[in-house]
């Protein structure tokens, strides 16, 4: 069989591989063809239907970041004798090896036929979990711009370009900000600058329950500038003003956060912290590692202490999750 069996032709989002002969052989594979940043293969097994299936090529690409494609596939007749067989539009398919599309095609064909596929659009899976983006022109132009527009947000709050309020923080430090931006993210802010209060009139505002350095990195994440471990440092102070000032955005982020890294240093600071900021995950995952898992009793000394200080209504909850547990046993 020539090596013309094999390939695939392509332009731009447009693949086709023409079939010459098929009842010669039971399965048949092309050579791999190029289609946006992944390398890819068609595949035909004749059973007693015809199996066509398309797939990336198996490399540290694929496996690392897997081709989210939409895309139209037919088997079109050389000879244009019968009408294309369509498969309904594949939209937004995550296709990691060769079963995560497969088409059935139970109509017997004969005769030279062409396998078409249309890609509509490829996308990858975004690191920071938000959605997908395409890699082609609308995708690209939307992600560098949005990247263009946070790195100059970034830039205004760590040069002070054209600063009109000042952030007074605990400790002698103060840094400047810009109203626009604070009302934008926040409608506590919203509301200072509206109204005829000190902090109108002053231009500044004072957050005397953080710290220079939380009160930098509060800032960095609503000018979308803030680093991985400035955010872990700082967690909590976050938590405060995001609560504070409602920013709903933030607070999430905190909360998925300090579910993550739940041990016995910590836990009931965090149990205290999701009960005052009613922040329900956290809690019932708190409440499973003390009781359910019975670390309770591995901080007996410091689990004293903390029911001499704490609300009322939390220690209800706790001994009724402890009541439950014993129930079960």
Known sequence: MSDSAYRVETTSRLAQWRIENLASCTYRKSDPFKIGKWNWHLSLEKNRVLFVKLYPEISNLTRDN?????????????AGERKPLTHPEIKDKQLKNNDDFVWAIEVPLTGKFIIDVEFLDLKTASPNGEEPCSIWAGGLTQKRSNETALESLGRMLTESIHTDIMINASSDGSIGAHRAILAARSPVFRSMFSHDLKEKELSTINISDMSIE?????????YGNIKHEEFLIHRLALLRAADKYDIADLKEACHESLLE???????????????LYQLPKLKNSCMRYLVKFGKIFDIRDEFIAFLQCTDRDLIAEIFQEVLIAWKGF
Request: proline share 5%; aromatic share 8%; charged share 15%.
């Open 261 to 275: 890294d739940i041990d016995a240093n910590n836990v009931l600071e965090r149990l205290q912290n999701a009960s």
């Open 66 to 78: 897997p081709p989210i494609a939409s895309f139209i596939i037919r088997v079109v007749s050389s």
């Open 214 to 222: 939380a009160c930098q990195a509060f800032l960095n994440y609503i």
